[in-house]
């Protein structure tokens, strides 16, 4: 059984940095992809990294100010994001593939975290 579990979300001035953690059990991104998806009200789930084994894909976005890493021997999957905007408001989920794929649809992954906030203020 697959169970993700986000943390690390926090409200932050525009500028400054934060670090999400994905508690990963039952897959690992060695394996298939896992990926980092937010929410903003009223507006679509989009993807904003992704990570299958030693490749990582992001959004333009986010290009150069958010890394997606993983601690294999803790199986967690990690979001550093820097130089944040107010638009990256919104709530952050954690998810996984059944499979690799380098896509940042969610149509795509199949399990989810139940996501944490992160909220940047001007």
């Known amino acids: 059984q697959v169970q993700l579990v986000e943390s690390g979300g926090d409200s932050v001035q525009a500028g400054g940095s934060l670090r999400l953690s994905c508690a990963a059990s039952g897959v690992t991104s060695r394996s298939t992809a896992m990926a980092w998806f937010r929410q903003a009200p009223g507006k679509e789930r989009e993807g904003v990294a992704l990570?299958?084994?030693?490749?990582?894909v992001y959004d333009n976005s986010v290009k150069g100010r958010f890394t997606a890493s993983q601690d294999n021997a803790k199986n967690t999957l990690y979001l550093q994001m820097d130089s944040l905007k107010p638009e990256d408001t919104g709530m952050y989920y954690c998810a996984a593939a059944e499979r690799g794929v380098f896509s940042l649809s969610a149509r795509w992954y199949k399990h989810w975290g139940q996501g944490t906030q992160v909220t940047v203020s001007s």
């Open positions: 990570i299958y084994g030693d490749s990582t």
